[in-house]
């Protein structure tokens, strides 16, 4: 093989990624997807109450994660971001103590809807319910750091239908205006709920970031290591103080809105199957597979581990306690 196909079968070293790093990241997508498909299960089984899905947009949050620094960084995910923090060492047994709402739930002691993040010592940041609100909290963050002048910055996602609102636009003006270590990723799955991307905008997500002075950059959201190296990018940039990033991954939500919704009524099951073909996991599999780091007999063992890491958290959190009427003041007022 030439030294050019070489190189284009282990690009992800190229990127910096080690074999060991890009193997772990595939590892992590199919956990973050299959926790999601046995939640859909859990929840028309009657084990909990709600689920809000991510499938297919995997992919695009763990590359970001991996492109951060998990040891200095801030993160403000929205609430479908199971891949993210899962990358940056939350556990499927916490995710699934959220799930069932019991006390022991790290987000918020089991008294937030699922989805809602917030992981003290992972510098996971406190999602609320009204979206976008996330954004300029990551500004803030990324003010705080500059004002401190700290190497670090702040990454936040949120999906398109969330880009039309006043808080992004606010968030964006503000970075742009200081110049702030923020990076925005906007993870465009095509559907604010049920309302189709060519009735929510009136051109693209990354074009917007021209009007505010910042850099727009528009990824493939299937392809893991252009993601990756898109958000390495923004990082060094922002490191080196010339500002913040907006991303723009372009991906497809497979699963409905949440559990409480029937995503056929606004699309058709060929739309989803024509999306479906794109999906970037069994893409990145195959990748491995060419660079000589993945085989069958490796994906046979990780599939009968995440089974096992799912029941068992499954099994642990439906027995954990639930939170008792008297915590319900725990952690609101200061000591």
């Known amino acids: 093989m030439s030294e050019a196909g070489i190189e284009e079968r282990h690009l992800h070293n190229s990127l910096g990624l080690t074999d060991e790093e890009a193997v772990e990241m595939y ?23 709600f689920h ?25 995910p929205y609430y479908r971001d199971y891949g993210l923090v899962l990358s940056l060492g939350m556990s499927i047994q916490e995710l699934m103590l959220s799930v069932f709402a019991k006390a ?34 990551a500004v803030g963050i990324a003010l705080a750091a500059k004002m401190k002048n700290k190497k ?21 003006n503000f970075a742009g205006v200081h110049k702030l270590p923020v990076i925005l990723m906007c993870e465009n799955n095509q559907y604010a709920i049920s309302v189709p991307i060519h009735k929510q905008l009136g051109g693209r ?17 299937n392809n893991v290591l ?19 990033t907006l991303i723009e991954a372009m991906l497809y939500r497979l699963s409905p809105h949440s559990t409480a919704d029937n995503d056929l009524l606004y699309r058709t099951k060929e739309e989803v199957e024509e ?14 597979i060419d660079c000589g780091v993945w085989s069958a007999a490796h994906e046979e063992e990780l599939q009968s581990q995440v089974k096992k890491q799912i029941d068992d958290a499954i099994n642990y959190a439906d027995k954990a306690p ?10 609101v007022y200061a000591e």
Do not use: W
């Not at 995997?58 to 801030?74: G, M």
């Not at 999906?159 to 006043?166: D, F, I, L, Y």
């Not at 190296?229 to 922002?238: F, P, S, T």
């Open 205 to 221: 997500v990354v074009d917007r970031a021209r009007g505010y002075g910042i850099e727009g950059v528009r990824v493939d959201g």
């Open 322 to 331: 639930l939170p008792t009427p008297e915590s319900s003041l725990d952690h």
């Open 27 to 49: 590892k992590t997508m199919v956990l973050a997807r299959k926790f999601d498909e046995r939640n859909l299960l859990l929840q028309r089984a009657g084990k909990i109450n």
């Open 275 to 288: 999306n479906r073909a794109k999906d970037g996991i069994p893409k990145y599999q195959q990748y491995l």
């Open 152 to 172: 670090l910055v702040s990454f936040v996602t949120f999906g398109e239908g969330s880009s039309n609102q006043g808080d992004f636009h606010e968030g964006c």
């Open 226 to 244: 252009e993601v990756y190296k898109a958000v390495k990018e923004a990082r060094e940039r922002a490191i080196r103080g010339e500002g913040p």
């Open 104 to 137: 022991e739930d790290p987000n918020s002691g089991g008294r937030q809807m699922p989805g809602h993040f917030g992981y003290k010592k992972l510098r996971i940041v406190t999602g609320s319910s009204p979206v976008t609100t996330q954004v300029p909290h």
């Open 52 to 76: 809000v899905s991510g499938i297919g947009q995997e992919v695009a949050q763990v590359a970001a994660a991996y492109a951060l620094n998990k040891s200095t960084d801030y993160f403000l």
